[in-house]
């Protein structure tokens, strides 16, 4: 392999982690209280407003049922108005972060509906509201499956970083597809692809480190 | 059981001080929508008090209802109908806010501990003080008060999925001690927990009662739970309140069928098998009677069997019987047959205060 490609991959790689990475940060300040409402609006629940619970499913069903490369080419006036452009690495993170909000407001939703009801009504019995039920109950206790979540997310992200190259983001999917197919360089792709895997399974295992870390439901040795 | 008979004889004497109730209910009703828009009646016309630093005890079987009569004193439900009046305060009418700061004199344990698992023995205690607003200090003393309370110092940071079920359970109760409550709800507080686990929890219980003045009301479906530390019961079934009154009373003397039901599971109630299967409700040629006497505070420990034999020639024969203790009063079953032609006589003798006599049928 060149030094030319060499160089070619690490800066592709460096621009990958860029977008995943701030999109993956902006989704979870985004997914978080969105997760959270949607696991607590439910009727009779923390904050019920069943209708208001309904409405906002829909939107992230909508949102998660769009495909990731229409999404990307749909929100293009959008971007435009949020990134001042609609092409390169900075524009590429509006659709990242608004494909994957939805997605970790759901994967929240879950690891929060997980956390036993009986703990929620001990809280309440002790006088605690709400919000302190969420920020000293629900939360901690549903970290684990949160950082789980969150690392499935951002596993996510890096598949759909590889389309943004449709609008000049650039990132290891884009250097894939330019040089590895166009320009019929199959080395090209796949070192591509294996760097690919080495970061997939180096955020899996940080994240299923963490979320063990976590974890004091099981009984560590 | 080792007091003196004297006092066995009197009624208690707390009894004589009838305290102020601080937890009473009146003609409180709930019902619940029905999965089949049928209402479902949980509670009908409940009427309740607990007085100030007793123990009062709720025994109902499953779905009798007691899990929402103890959430509506913490205002976890609300009455459809009635009053729910803690310490003066009506909790049914308060607003959210001023209801969950009355929640802090209201403490509450429950059957799965409910701690979070997050959190150490010490900071799942600490909980209720942050929530309350506390300062770190403060709850830093507090939590060692209440850890050394429960006996579980040496536990402190220890997660509940390192603790046993007992310890748990210490842990919930220091958490629901943890804002100096008036009042502790306990929820089954001891149904996970194996007998002897179950007991020593109770003597803790009993022990808060009598050194904070603690009023506890207590929900279970154990008849080992009532009869060890309440003083006061009420037997729930289908929504209402079917019996109520001091334990022993109510123990020795059941009125309601399901309050002989829970008797039934205990010792020395229930007929052995080989009495049950032969009962017949009419005497035959050859057939004894089988009588259930129950004995009483000082009768329990009477020689009665001895002197019907002694006194009136009357050989009973001990079908089954055991000699207990409710309430902290002796209290004894025996179940005997005695010869048809002698049952008069017997009923006779065996007719005075302190016994309770009942005829069950005859067996061949």
Redesign the interface.
Known sequence: MSPEMIRLIAHSTGETLYMVAVSALIATLFGLPLGVFLATSGKGELFAAPWVNRVVGVIVNATRSTPFIILVVAIIPFTRLIAGTSIGTNAAIVPLTIAATPFIARLIEGAIREV?Q??I?????????PF?IVR??LI??A?PGIVLGLTLAVVSLLGFSAMVGAVGGGGLGDLGIRYGYQRFMPEMMLAVVVVLIVLVQAVQSIGDRLARR?N????HA | MNAPLGYLGSEPAQRLIPAAPIVRLEKVSKTFPGRDGQPVTALREINLSVPQGSILGVIGRSGAGKSTLIRLV?G?EKPSSGKVIVDGADIAALPEAAL?????S???I?Q?F??????TAADNIA??L???GYDKAEIRTRVEELLALVGLSDKRNR????LSGGQKQRVGIA??L??KPKVL?SDEATSALDPETTRSILDLLTKINAELGLTILLITHEMAVIRNIAREVAVIEGGHIVEQGDVFEIFTRPQHEVTRSFLADESGRALPPYVANHLRAEASPGSQAVIRIGFRGPHATDPVLARLAREHGIEANILSGAVDEIAGRPFGTLVVGVPERSLAAALDFLNKPGLDTEVLGHVA
Request: aromatic share 6%; no cysteine; proline share 5%.
């Open positions: 036993d009986g703990l009504e001990a809280a309440r019995a002790f006088g605690a509201s302190q000293k109950v901690p206790e970290l976590l004091k439901r099981i009984r | 913490n976890l969950r700061h009355a929640r802090r209201i403490g509450m429950f799965h409910n701690l979070l698992s997050s959190r909980l209720p942050e929530v309350a997660y509940p999925s390192e958490r629901a943890a804002t709800l």
